[in-house]
């Protein structure tokens, strides 16, 4: 709900279209919602009118979509557009070297696409096509995966828009597919009940590309996909260049109306500071107009570019070791090495995936899993497998997921989670003793991460002192459990058949 202030202002207008009649329709269409203006753009007045929307933390599991000319090559990653211009050194987003060389993708493409100069990433953009991109097809995968969201991204750091831009030549609906890939999408989406979001990855491309005289990128004819910024890697980001992104930005905003409006790294550093409220508090204010509150997704969770309570965080391929209270997301990737699809893609399994989602949830969070469509439009059978098998398991344990509120501890075990940014590589398998805690009304679900050893379990946050225990079930199971519960915990030993391959559920009424 907004603020009581809101509430004053629509009510002042809807008593003055009662008292004015339609002799006045000018004045009526004057005090119209869309007039009102409760976010100014600045984080005095966003902290005080913004509050996180109940419905985001209720969702969650989304899905996130890297589908761009970056799969044309298949190549890496989705970063291939830089790399293939790093014949010295690869640098990292803070402009430091991560090695010396050419890196591997600078090598691959004069192999196989030939010079920089003379092939160019321009050039990969009449080879994406989309053919067999189907939007029907792919909102109905994602819902049978038991999403409740859907985020594609709708700018990369490469330049290229896959949605219908006014702002820019280098879009997919003048280009390429010569198709609205979002519009499409997010006109299947709302028709099947989903909510739709787009994601802005284009701060970044004003540094993105690497400028010297032997590469098409300094050719002034494409500056408007490679950015006008010049071959001085420290050029701070241009007052044209921030206006062309404001421009672009607003553009998505206003033409699809995201419910969600994700954004990536590199808005966070201090060129674009003047911009940052300024477009919190347009998107909040434009909610207002459609009659919805609408959220940020903001990566920069260390860097508080977003003050705290004026977006939803969000971490790259990581996790939160506790609760955090306010709502929070991890964005990760099926691709254990990729976001976009590569040749050698290397999927994570299923168990893996349920697993993150558990104990993201148990912490008040939310999961955004990313796919990665070939550049024909379709997506990859393997992928297809992990989402089926995500969507069979919330089928028969959605109820410990969706709609669900962390508990007093989100869980016990031996296994600990790597807090931060890209620290998914160095946590460890959850075993049978690791549990993992939700709650809705008067049910506690005590979410096992693996099937435990001899068949039982003692779940030891759960003493019957703090908690009374009256009935025990699992989900997907009909068998009645035997179950008894005392000060050192609860005790229930486990049906005689698994009912699935996954993290098992047992509801707890208290």
């Given at each position: 709900m907004f603020l009581n202030k809101l509430t004053l202002i629509l009510v002042a207008i809807s008593l003055t279209l009662v008292a004015c009649g339609s002799k006045n329709d000018k004045k009526i269409a004057e005090a119209k919602p869309e007039n009102v203006k409760v976010f100014e753009p600045n984080w005095e007045s966003i902290k005080k009118n913004y509050k996180d929307p109940e419905w985001f933390n209720n969702q969650k599991f989304g899905i996130f979509i890297h589908w761009g000319a970056y799969s044309?090559?298949?190549?890496?990653?989705?970063?291939?557009?830089?790399?293939?211009?790093?014949?010295?050194?690869?640098?990292?987003?803070?402009?430091?070297?991560?090695?010396?060389g050419p890196s591997a993708a600078y090598t691959h493409h004069k192999e196989t696409w030939g010079d920089q100069k003379n092939f160019g990433y321009k050039d990969f953009i009449p080879m994406f096509k989309g053919e067999k991109f189907n939007a029907a097809q792919w909102i109905d995968l994602f819902k049978k995966a038991g999403a409740r969201y859907v985020i594609p991204v709708a700018d990369h750091h490469d330049g290229f828009a896959m949605y219908k831009s006014n702002t820019t030549r280098w879009n997919a609906?003048?280009?390429?597919?010569?198709r609205d890939v979002l519009g499409e999408l997010f006109k299947e989406g709302r028709k099947q009940g989903l909510i739709m979001g787009a994601s802005s990855h284009y701060a970044f491309n004003w540094s993105f590309y690497n400028k010297k005289d032997r590469f098409d990128t300094t050719d002034p004819q494409y500056a408007d996909l490679y950015s006008p910024k010049g071959k001085?890697?420290?050029?701070?980001?241009?007052?044209?260049?921030?206006?062309?992104?404001?421009?672009?930005?607003?553009?998505?905003?206003?033409?699809?109306?995201?419910?969600?409006l994700w954004f990536d790294f590199y808005l966070d550093i201090p060129d674009y500071a003047d911009m940052r409220p300024k477009i919190a508090a347009y998107y909040y204010n434009k909610g207002l107009e459609w009659g919805k509150e609408v959220v940020i997704n903001d990566k920069n969770f260390d860097h508080e570019a977003f003050p705290e309570g004026t977006v939803i965080y969000d971490?790259?391929?990581?996790?939160?070791?506790?609760?955090?209270?306010?709502?929070?997301?991890?964005?990760?990737?099926?691709?254990?090495?990729?976001?976009?699809?590569?040749?050698?893609?290397?999927?994570?399994?299923?168990?893996?995936?349920?697993?993150?989602?558990?104990d993201i949830v148990s912490k008040n969070g939310n999961?955004?899993?990313n796919v990665g469509p070939k550049s024909d439009g379709t997506i990859p059978e393997d992928q297809k497998e992990i989402l089926l098998q995500i969507g069979n398991w919330l089928s028969i344990n959605g109820d410990a997921i969706y709609d669900t509120k962390y508990w007093k501890t989100f869980g016990e075990g031996p296994t600990e989670v790597k807090k931060g940014h890209h620290s998914e590589g160095q946590n460890k398998d959850f075993t049978g003793q690791d549990i993992r805690f939700t709650k809705k009304g008067n049910k506690l679900y005590a979410i096992m991460m693996?099937?435990?050893?001899?068949?039982?379990?003692?779940?030891?946050s759960v003493k019957s002192s703090e908690n009374k225990v009256s009935n025990v079930?699992?989900?997907?199971?009909?068998?009645?459990?035997?179950w008894s519960q005392n000060n050192k915990g609860l005790s229930v030993e486990m049906p005689s058949k698994k009912p699935g391959n996954f993290a098992f559920v047992l509801e707890l009424t208290l």
């Amino acid at each position: 709900m907004f603020l009581n202030k809101l509430t004053l202002i629509l009510v002042a207008i809807s008593l003055t279209l009662v008292a004015c009649g339609s002799k006045n329709d000018k004045k009526i269409a004057e005090a119209k919602p869309e007039n009102v203006k409760v976010f100014e753009p600045n984080w005095e007045s966003i902290k005080k009118n913004y509050k996180d929307p109940e419905w985001f933390n209720n969702q969650k599991f989304g899905i996130f979509i890297h589908w761009g000319a970056y799969s044309v090559p298949a190549f890496g990653s989705e970063w291939y557009p830089r790399q293939m211009y790093m014949d010295t050194a690869t640098f990292t987003a803070q402009l430091t070297p991560e090695k010396t060389g050419p890196s591997a993708a600078y090598t691959h493409h004069k192999e196989t696409w030939g010079d920089q100069k003379n092939f160019g990433y321009k050039d990969f953009i009449p080879m994406f096509k989309g053919e067999k991109f189907n939007a029907a097809q792919w909102i109905d995968l994602f819902k049978k995966a038991g999403a409740r969201y859907v985020i594609p991204v709708a700018d990369h750091h490469d330049g290229f828009a896959m949605y219908k831009s006014n702002t820019t030549r280098w879009n997919a609906f003048d280009m390429g597919p010569k198709r609205d890939v979002l519009g499409e999408l997010f006109k299947e989406g709302r028709k099947q009940g989903l909510i739709m979001g787009a994601s802005s990855h284009y701060a970044f491309n004003w540094s993105f590309y690497n400028k010297k005289d032997r590469f098409d990128t300094t050719d002034p004819q494409y500056a408007d996909l490679y950015s006008p910024k010049g071959k001085d890697l420290t050029q701070p980001v241009s007052n044209e260049f921030k206006q062309k992104w404001w421009d672009r930005t607003v553009d998505l905003i206003d033409n699809y109306q995201p419910d969600i409006l994700w954004f990536d790294f590199y808005l966070d550093i201090p060129d674009y500071a003047d911009m940052r409220p300024k477009i919190a508090a347009y998107y909040y204010n434009k909610g207002l107009e459609w009659g919805k509150e609408v959220v940020i997704n903001d990566k920069n969770f260390d860097h508080e570019a977003f003050p705290e309570g004026t977006v939803i965080y969000d971490l790259e391929r990581g996790k939160l070791p506790g609760i955090r209270k306010l709502p929070w997301q991890t964005d990760t990737s099926i691709g254990k090495n990729s976001w976009s699809y590569v040749s050698n893609w290397q999927s994570k399994t299923a168990n893996q995936l349920i697993d993150d989602l558990v104990d993201i949830v148990s912490k008040n969070g939310n999961l955004l899993l990313n796919v990665g469509p070939k550049s024909d439009g379709t997506i990859p059978e393997d992928q297809k497998e992990i989402l089926l098998q995500i969507g069979n398991w919330l089928s028969i344990n959605g109820d410990a997921i969706y709609d669900t509120k962390y508990w007093k501890t989100f869980g016990e075990g031996p296994t600990e989670v790597k807090k931060g940014h890209h620290s998914e590589g160095q946590n460890k398998d959850f075993t049978g003793q690791d549990i993992r805690f939700t709650k809705k009304g008067n049910k506690l679900y005590a979410i096992m991460m693996a099937w435990p050893e001899n068949n039982s379990v003692l779940i030891k946050s759960v003493k019957s002192s703090e908690n009374k225990v009256s009935n025990v079930k699992m989900l997907g199971s009909d068998e009645i459990l035997k179950w008894s519960q005392n000060n050192k915990g609860l005790s229930v030993e486990m049906p005689s058949k698994k009912p699935g391959n996954f993290a098992f559920v047992l509801e707890l009424t208290l």
